[in-house]
Structure formats: structure tokens, C-alpha cells
């Protein structure tokens, strides 16, 4: 262990390093031909090498081409950068390297507290047992939809995990138009089929448009489909809106429906200045997927499902039979007995770390500057006479479009579509795209601690340098 002795505080310093410097530098750059065939053609070395010499690797070929994310002028996807307290306990974790899956040790006793200031932190009830980290939020939603699925076929007598779903007609699930593709990615892995989901339209403001939903449930159930889930968004990644959830569960209450609310990106949000009103209903949710490794900062991965109850994912997921279960030694059992995972890393205490360095004050505040700078950017948005704003900045997320005078109104979309990879390529700015009802948008995510205003104005400079690429 001498050498780890001698190269670890050279790899600490390189990561603080590209961290202090990160800023400087451009946001994203294309991979130089030489780095590309050394990053994916390098042959398996058949004798090893010093700890010494692969940081020089890392120095050389790996930190000089990040996805942009540490850069306070990324707006790309919902990336963020990583917390400080989270880097600096990563190689700790990977030091101890336990299984937590489950046992008495520190790895499965800090994810207990990890997971109860999560749901704390998001105002929602807390069971022990009721929940656990995962990969992000999409192996989050499989978990809670395997769930609900075993809640609702078993309230027919059937147990899906014997039978699967032979001899069981269909269930059906409500998504909104603007529900994460992971919902659909669930979905189509339980075996509940693409046909049995409905797309519930969306309001003006991006929002489940409740009407819409009744209407389906109604008409499934006229034509002998099962309802069996409703699977609202607190924070949708294309504009950041948060669905009316109390409404929402209201409606699931009245059909029996399983009640799931994706906050994966947006739960936090329920911090945001005088935003706790518009999520209100969150706390009425039987699962809550929310993703520390989005908004909160954790270095990747950190996901998180949270259930009303903890017996549910236990019902659907343990090979423990309840006769073996030591309740006297430990009544919550091994987080392997509440999803697909078995051998499970230490995710806690990244998440731990980074909760407590910043305390709920610290979140709070991470949550009200970047929806602050949002809000900002939206403004700038509306002001300027070459841009739309396309729906209302709610969380931290701004989808606009870019309009430049004299052109013609039909190569908006062209234009808008082409725009986010030539601002990536200019280096200064980093933004991605999406469609809105069909239209091409720009959407800015603001996740950094460290963007300040005059990073949107380079922003919005970038991008119209960018269609001046394209012949303005
Ligand atoms: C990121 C995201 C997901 C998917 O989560 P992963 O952590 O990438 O698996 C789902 N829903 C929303 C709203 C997201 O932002």
C-alpha cells in the first residue's frame, strides 16, 4: 500500500486541481484524433504499471476532455457539477468498499440516514425501511413500478412474481406527454406493454392536464382495461414543470390508481422561494423517484426511490421468505430484499457528505440561486427582441427558442435545432435542445452554484454568434 501512499495525494491534487480550474478552460472540446485512438484503442498492457504513471495518463488524456458538467456555463440536459464534500469522500467509499447490500456495517447504517434526509428534505413522510439509493432515477422508476404492479395484481389474487403476467389482462398507466422516457423504459421492462400506457396531453403550461387524465381513466375502464398507475412529474426535464399533483392524487385516491411522482430532477425544488404551494400533493405519493446525482450535486451515481410503504418494494423484490426474516436482529431486513441489486456500493456517503456540508440551508440556497438565475434568464429572454420564451421558468430550467430578424419564420426549426452542437463546438457555453408540441427549443438547465448573471448573457451571446454560423 506504500505506493497508494505516495500517488494518492498527487491524484487529490489533480482532482482539486481541474476542479479550481475547471472555470478557465473551455466548457466542452472536441477529442483530439490522437486522444480518441489512445481513449478507445489502447491494447490490454500485458505487464502492469506504476500507480505513478497511469495519473500522468489521467492528467494527459482524461481530464482535458470532460462532458462540460463541472463548467458554470453548462445548461446542457440536467448535468450538474459534482459537491465538493461528495469528491472528497468518493475515494473513501471506494477505500472501504463494502457491499451494501445489506449486513451490520457502516455502508447499510448510513444509507438509513441518507435516505430518511432525503425524504426531510423533500417534505415527505418517512417510513424506516421505506426507501434506498439506487443508480439514478431510472432504475428508481423500475423499482417503484415493479411495485405497483405487484400491489395491484395481487389485489387480484394473483401473484405476478409466480405467474408473471400470463392468464392477467391488462393494466393500464398514465404518463404525461411530458413524462421522462424512463417511465416508458419501465414499462416496456415489466412487461405492461407500450399499448397499455396513455399519454395524458399537457395545458399550456406543460402541466398533466387533469381533464385529460379523467377522461382516459374513464374510457379504459369502459373498455375493461385496468387502471393501475398515474405517473406525475415535479420538475419535467424539457421545461421544469410540476404537474398538479394534489389533483393528480386526488384522482388516483378516487380509482385505486398507484400514485408515482418523478422528481428526479425537480423534487427539490420544493424548496425554491414560495414554490412549496406548487408541490403541494408530492407528500400524498406512494413512490417518489428523486435523484441526488441532478440538482443536490452528489457525484454520479446517486438515485433515490422513497415508498409510503416499506412493505411494498419488500413484497415485490425479497427471496427472503417472511419465515426466515429476523425481525429481532433487524426488522428492515437487507436493501437486496427491496430491489433488483445485490452486490450495492457505498452511494451514502457521497450523498451523506454532501447533505451535511451543505445543511438544509446550503441546499436551500443552491435551489433558490440557480431557480433565481432561471427566472433571470427567462427575462432576458422576453426582453430581447431575437428570442422566445416558451414556457414559464418554474424550477430551474429555461426553454426559449432563438428568432434572429430576417429570416424566414419557417427555418425557426432548422435553425433552432442546429444551434446547440455549434454552441457546444465554440466552447464558451454549453446548451442543449429539445422539441416543444412539435416546435424546436433551446433549453438551458442552471444547476452550478457558481453561474452568475453574466454567464447568461454569454449565453445568449453564444448563441447568437452560433446561428451567425449559419448565415445570419
Ligand atoms: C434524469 C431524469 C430521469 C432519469 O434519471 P437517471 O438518473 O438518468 O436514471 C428521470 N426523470 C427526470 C425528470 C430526470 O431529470
Not at 262 to 274: F, N, P, Q, S, T
Given at each position: 500500500m506504500s505506493e497508494l501512499r505516495e500517488a494518492g495525494p498527487a491524484a487529490a491534487d489533480l482532482a482539486a486541481g481541474h476542479l479550481s480550474s475547471?472555470?478557465?478552460?473551455?466548457?466542452w472540446r472536441p477529442v483530439a484524433d490522437a486522444d480518441r485512438s489512445w481513449l478507445t484503442g489502447q491494447p490490454l498492457p500485458a505487464a502492469g504499471r506504476p500507480l505513478a504513471e497511469l495519473l500522468e495518463d489521467v492528467r494527459e488524456r482524461?481530464?482535458?476532455?470532460?462532458?462540460?458538467?463541472?463548467?458554470?456555463r453548462f445548461f446542457g440536459w440536467v448535468n450538474s457539477p459534482p459537491s465538493p464534500a461528495g469528491v472528497l469522500v468518493a475515494p473513501l467509499a471506494a477505500a472501504l468498499?463494502?457491499?451494501?447490500?445489506?449486513?451490520?456495517?457502516a455502508g447499510v447504517l448510513l444509507e438509513r440516514t441518507a435516505v430518511r434526509w432525503l425524504a426531510e428534505l423533500v417534505g415527505f413522510p418517512h417510513r424506516p425501511g421505506a426507501g434506498l439509493l439506487t443508480s439514478g432515477a431510472s432504475m428508481a422508476t423500475v423499482i417503484a413500478l415493479a411495485t405497483a404492479r405487484q400491489r395491484a395484481l395481487r389485489a387480484q389474487g394473483h401473484d405476478v412474481r409466480e405467474t408473471?403476467?400470463?392468464g392477467h389482462g391488462p393494466l393500464a398507466l398514465y404518463l404525461s406527454a411530458?413524462?421522462?422516457?424512463c417511465l416508458r423504459k419501465a414499462a416496456e421492462l415489466l412487461g405492461l406493454g407500450t399499448r397499455h400506457l396513455r399519454t395524458v396531453p399537457v395545458d399550456a403550461a406543460f402541466r398533466m392536464d387533469t381533464g385529460a387524465l379523467r377522461r382516459l381513466i374513464a374510457a379504459d375502464l369502459a373498455a375493461g382495461v385496468r387502471p393501475f398507475l398515474v405517473a406525475a412529474s415535479?420538475?419535467?426535464?424539457?421545461?421544469?414543470a410540476v404537474d398538479p399533483l394534489a389533483e393528480i392524487a386526488g384522482i388516483a385516491a378516487e380509482h385505486g390508481l398507484w400514485f408515482h411522482v418523478?422528481?428526479?430532477?425537480?423534487?427539490?425544488?420544493?424548496?425554491?422561494?414560495?414554490a412549496g404551494p406548487r408541490y403541494?400533493?408530492?407528500?400524498?405519493?406512494?413512490s417518489l423517484a428523486l435523484d441526488?446525482?441532478?440538482?443536490?450535486?452528489?457525484?454520479?451515481d446517486a438515485g433515490c426511490v422513497l415508498f409510503r410503504d416499506p412493505a411494498g418494494p419488500r413484497d415485490a423484490?425479497?427471496?427472503?421468505p417472511p419465515y426466515l426474516r429476523d425481525d429481532a436482529a433487524?426488522?428492515?431486513?437487507?436493501?437486496s430484499e427491496y430491489g433488483?441489486?445485490?452486490?450495492?456500493?457505498?452511494?451514502a456517503l457521497r450523498v451523506w457528505a454532501t447533505l451535511s456540508h451543505l445543511g438544509r440551508e446550503g441546499v436551500t440556497r443552491l435551489v433558490r440561486h440557480t431557480s433565481r438565475l432561471a427566472r433571470t434568464l427567462a427575462g432576458m429572454v422576453e426582453d430581447a427582441g431575437d428570442f422566445e420564451l416558451?414556457?414559464?421558468?418554474?424550477?430551474?430550467v429555461v426553454a426559449f427558442r432563438h428568432l434572429p430578424a430576417g429570416?424566414?419564420?419557417?427555418?425557426a426549426d432548422a435553425l433552432n435545432e442546429a444551434i446547440p452542437a455549434a454552441v457546444q463546438r465554440r466552447g464558451r457555453a454549453f446548451l442543449t435542445g429539445t422539441r416543444l408540441s412539435g416546435t424546436a427549443a433551446l433549453r438551458a438547465c442552471v444547476l452550478h452554484p457558481e453561474t452568475t448573471e453574466a454567464d447568461l448573457g454569454v449565453l445568449l451571446d453564444e448563441i447568437r454568434a452560433a446561428a451567425r454560423e449559419f448565415g445570419a
Open positions: 475547471v472555470a478557465a478552460g473551455p466548457v482524461v481530464l482535458p476532455y470532460p462532458m462540460g458538467n463541472g463548467h458554470p468498499n463494502p457491499s451494501c447490500a445489506g449486513g451490520e456495517h408473471g403476467l400470463y411530458e413524462g421522462h422516457s415535479a420538475g419535467t426535464v424539457n421545461t421544469g418523478d422528481g428526479a430532477y425537480g423534487a427539490l425544488g420544493v424548496l425554491g422561494e414560495g403541494a400533493g408530492l407528500e400524498r405519493a406512494d441526488p446525482h441532478k440538482w443536490l450535486g452528489v457525484p454520479v423484490f425479497s427471496l427472503v433487524d426488522a428492515l431486513g437487507w436493501f433488483p441489486e445485490q452486490t450495492r456500493p457505498f452511494r416558451l414556457a414559464p421558468a418554474v424550477t430551474s429570416r424566414a419564420p419557417g427555418a
